[in-house]
């Protein structure tokens, strides 16, 4: 089965600092990459997704992750963040074939100071 | 609009008192997942169906059923619920294999 470590429960930063969430997972094959984000009160929204092709993946906001294979990570990095940023932030993965559950990390929650 | 509807958004009941979560989603998706999303865990999955008639468990089912008449609906019930299935609890429909999820609003239940 896989899991999904995240490494920081809670990161603050103050405005236009540039931000990189951690995450890894353990899985032996092909995974499907999600980060997702819930700002307060709110459901869970898709950042990003990586499947295949160009391990660096560009998705809403100006957030982008980058797969490195041989390190099983997926980190999302943002080179300058807004107070608008302040969430809580999961990264998940499923199994790159067939059908399978998605398992999340237990979540960032990142605090933007203004 | 492409949606996944749950009701009641706040629920709060009494121990052994039967509930049901309904969802709904309106984009024909074969996959509906239940998480629980608790402080510090992260999200958690309940049940799973990959079609209408077709459920299974995911991590922490216990204490919850789960049912798929129609493609459509995905209700979560609690037979008798305790204090410790209070939570945050969000329905997910997928299309395929390789798409990503899509979320309810959220249902927060509280079990007193």
């Known amino acids: 089965a896989q899991s999904v470590s995240q490494h920081n429960h809670h990161v603050i930063l103050s405005e236009a600092a540039s931000l990189e969430l951690g995450c890894n997972y353990s899985y032996g094959g092909t995974v499907n990459l999600f980060w997702y984000v819930q700002y307060p009160g709110q459901h869970l929204q898709l950042l990003l997704k990586y499947f295949s092709g160009d391990p660096l993946v560009k998705g809403i906001k100006g957030f982008e992750a980058e797969f490195i294979k041989s390190k099983f990570s997926f980190n999302l990095r943002k080179p300058s963040v807004q107070w608008s940023d302040t969430a809580e932030y999961f990264c998940a993965v499923n199994a790159g074939s067939g059908y399978s559950t998605l398992t999340f990390g237990k979540g960032t929650m990142l605090l933007v100071s203004p | 609009e492409a949606q996944v509807t749950q009701n009641p958004r706040y629920l709060i009941t009494v121990t052994g008192k039967k509930l049901t979560v309904t969802c709904s989603q309106n984009m024909n998706h074969e996959y509906m997942s239940w998480y629980r999303q608790d402080p510090g865990l992260g999200l958690r999955q309940i049940y799973y169906s990959m079609n209408v008639e077709v459920t299974d468990k995911g991590d922490v089912p216990e204490g919850y059923k789960v049912s798929r008449k129609e493609k459509r609906n995905f209700p979560l019930i609690l037979e008798s619920p305790s204090p410790n299935q209070t939570s945050l609890y969000f329905c997910?429909?997928?299309?395929?294999?390789?798409?990503?999820?899509?979320f309810g609003q959220g249902t927060r239940l509280t079990v007193v």
């Open positions: 997910a429909s997928t299309h395929g294999t390789n798409t990503e999820a899509f």
